[in-house]
């Protein structure tokens, strides 16, 4: 099982995930809803370049919208294209991009360089 943490502060973002194969980008339909998300709660997936891990929107509890309204675009949910729109809810770094509009996928993008997974059956001492 894998947790989250901001690489800031070390906040905990995320409950315990389970990693699981990347889904294929979904096809989205030229209709007006929000998309299945992308990944089961619970698990996480590792982007094409390594850059992101893709969680379900409801599994970053630690993380809180983006004070500057801006980065909260979207007419149904969040479009995400402005840059990051969660932030740490402890010292307010820039962690994660939510998708959640009606033409997105609904994902939580977490910035592989603004977090930091540990494992928890690794060493103990965390
Ligand atoms: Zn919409
Ligand atoms: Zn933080």
């Not at 989250?4 to 315990?16: I, Q, R, S």
């Not at 998300?37 to 997936?45: C, F, H, I, L, S």
């Not at 939510?98 to 965390?126: F, M, P």
Request: hydrophobic fraction near 35%; charged fraction near 20%; proline fraction near 6%.
């Amino acid at each position: 099982m894998t947790l989250f943490t901001c690489a800031v502060c070390e906040h905990l973002l995320t409950g315990d995930l389970q990693e699981s194969p990347a889904s294929p980008a979904s096809d989205r339909l030229l209709v007006h809803r929000i998309a299945d998300p992308r990944v089961a709660q619970g698990t996480y997936a590792i982007n094409y370049d390594a850059t992101l891990f893709i969680l379900h929107p409801d599994d970053v509890p630690g993380a809180a919208l983006h004070p500057d309204s801006r980065r909260r675009g979207g007419c149904c949910g969040l479009h995400g294209q402005d840059g990051p729109n969660l932030v740490c809810t402890d010292c307010g770094a820039e962690v994660a991009t939510k998708e959640s509009d009606c033409w997105t996928e609904n994902l939580v993008a977490l910035i592989a360089a603004a977090v930091v997974s540990s494992t928890e059956s690794s060493s103990g001492t965390r």
